[in-house]
């Protein structure tokens, strides 16, 4: 039968049958007034559960007891919070969101080894256990808690990133909710993501499908390797859509993947969109490259180039800084043979500018989403990546981060 | 017999005997006032010439000229203009370069194969030939002309960066200038080192301790790779001091190697705290690496972390990102046995916090010069890398560029 993917208005992590979550404003968030900061996803149903977590050498606390809590490959619910990132805090922090497991466990009637833990934050703050302790009686489980879930996983985001696709012909949706925001260098931003699905999903086959939604979403956003101490993304799979088990060689695995891959690239270009301080959400695509891994490395690199980030918020047509992040990608290209369009007008052609009305660029500039292609002409492979451009406020936030 | 090396008072590049230097307004810098823009230096005799160029897969057309014309090894003269960088330019940015030194062979009466050239400023640009053949004619050349030459080839450089050095006692100095500011992101400031020697020295020597100065220097405020499409340092040795010939196995290696490094650090230096928009020097020291190839990448990946960068600008003590990039840097290392200083004071002891005194390293932290220490304690490998801090008016200066 012939699947059809489709984004739910106003969808989330808790559209997909037999999930439910909650938030409440534990103090953790070091601001002014009151904001969500702890939450809680619950399945109803014990998940099939699949992490991608940092490659980051140094591991925050909750990064090492979810990667533990995760060997069986199950989890039925997450325990979350915002403002303190349990990073660098040593054998007490590792305790610490082992804690944290067991104070979500006592809430929901579960065992903390169904408890899967994350945080976002500062580092190198231990986590005010006693605040957690008595703020988690606050949570209230519910169908319509995810977006207070995705508002309470937020740091520096200015607005939650959730959606939601249902797969008619196949029967499940996928939910999710993203936070990351220090994007305009992603390197170092901590991303969560939280996926949730009703199908039933064979653990092995989510795990594969699930590092590659991330590669052509998140990891697109961000650059390999460079990740925070914190980051995780993680999908649970509860079965309750009543459908058969997705394994690789179902019927259903194809529409499964595709379905995942939407949703992810939907929340990157959010998170892109949304980095401190942008203005503009910036998509690079490379294309004519002479295999995937150059196309993505060529792309990575441009979006992560302040010198474009910066002439793209001055809606400055300079080129040559694609053409020279281009150049130092580390990728083996032919500088005569490059053809560039940023807004769909032609700037350079065989290596070097053709004639082009400033003007023109200019006006493509201002809009809110910029796009720029690099044809390689060396080959057949394309890659997309997302990053957002940089303003003073950029330098402004992080200034004033923890002080 | 015990040299010593000593740097002059308002040393430059014509410091070392035999060199002389001018400069002129060719109105190719697009500014309001004009600005010296097109520089020669002169030997009076052939110099032995060692050169490092650029990574960059796209290579400005002044690169390929003065690549090709060192291919012996020697050079009488260097005509160099800065406000467009003649990259991307095709077969005729190659004519243009060409035609510089032939314009500059013709206003000092060399052949144009004794003559180099260098260019900085816009990318795609072409130069405009008949302004420079005009203006050519006004430069005059000095050995008071080393200060003219420094301004010329300055873009968004605040102040110009000249140094020289004299040996006492092996009865040679070295002089020398640079110019690059876009150094909050040195992997795509055009870097161009001109540096002279009045020691007689072997080529292949002068090759070999040219690569190790930069090493320890330029690429120490940049990364490897990441190098704009024009960059180029360079170094003349013309003899006239009357010493011996140095080779490797000269007595005189030694102090000749010393001296430069130390002249390029001095630069490289003042590149560092000339980045743009910059209010302080950051210096990093990774100490207890396993190979100097790790010291070197943590350092680096650490002095280029823009949230490093930003939490300088804001006397923000956020040692956090410092072990964060650190983590990122793609070297294997021990958390647990990290050991942090900045501005003397210690904050993290195997791999988290101790006490300390905020205000005590907010103070340090408003001083114009920053030292961290990171110490991996995993052996005993060392390197020094310098940055600068990152302020709204950076990405003020690069929105508005070309525009």
Chains 1, 2 share one sequence.
Not at 103 to 132: F, K, Q, Y
Not at 271 to 285: P, S, W
Request: charged share 20%.
């Amino acid at each position: 039968m012939k699947t059809i993917t489709e984004f739910i208005a106003s969808g989330g992590i808790t559209s997909p049958r037999g999930f439910s979550a909650g938030a409440v404003s534990a103090g953790i968030k070091n601001s002014g007034s009151p904001r969500l900061d702890l939450a809680i996803l619950f399945s109803e149903v014990a998940c099939n559960t699949a992490a991608v977590f940092t490659r980051n050498r140094v591991q925050a606390a909750p990064i090492i007891v979810t990667r533990q809590r995760l060997r069986e490959g199950k989890a039925t619910a997450v325990i979350v919070n915002s403002g303190c990132a349990n990073a660098c805090t040593g054998e007490a922090g590792v305790k610490h969101a082992t804690d944290m497991t067991e104070i979500a466990a006592r809430h929901t009637g579960l065992s903390p080894e169904a408890v899967l833990v994350a945080s976002t934050g500062v580092i190198g703050d231990c986590l005010p256990m006693n605040r957690i302790r008595d703020a988690v009686s606050g949570i209230s489980l519910s169908v319509d808690g995810g977006h207070d879930f995705a508002m309470a996983i937020m740091t520096t985001d200015t607005v939650p990133k959730e959606a939601a696709v249902t797969v008619s012909g196949a029967g499940f949706s996928i939910g999710g909710t993203a936070k990351g925001s220090g994007m305009i260098h992603p390197d170092m931003a901590t991303l969560l993501c939280f996926l949730t699905t009703d199908a039933a999903v064979d653990t092995a086959f989510l795990n594969k499908v699930l590092k590659q939604a991330v590669d052509v979403s998140f990891n697109m956003v961000s650059v390999d390797g460079d990740t925070s101490t914190n980051d995780m993304s993680l999908i649970m799979a509860n079965g309750q859509g009543g459908g058969e088990m997705i394994t690789e060689e179902s019927i259903n695995a194809a529409a499964f993947r595709e379905a995942l891959q939407q949703l992810c690239i939907r929340l990157a270009r959010e998170i892109a969109r949304d980095g401190e301080g942008a203005t503009k959400l910036i998509e690079v695509t490379v294309k004519g490259a002479r295999d995937l891994g150059d196309a993505r490395q060529v792309a990575r690199t441009i979006v992560c180039s302040p010198l474009v980030k910066t002439a793209v918020h001055g809606n400055d047509p300079n080129w040559g800084r694609v053409i020279t992040a281009a150049g130092y990608s580390g990728v083996e290209l032919d500088a005569g043979k490059l053809e560039l369009e940023i807004g769909g007008v032609r700037l350079v052609k065989n290596g070097f500018p053709v004639s082009f009305k400033h003007a023109d660029v200019v006006r493509k500039l201002e809009a809110s989403e910029i796009s720029i292609v690099l044809d390689l002409n060396l080959g057949n492979a394309e890659a997309v990546a997302w990053g957002c451009d940089m303003s003073e406020e950029y330098v402004t936030i992080n200034s004033e981060y923890t002080t």
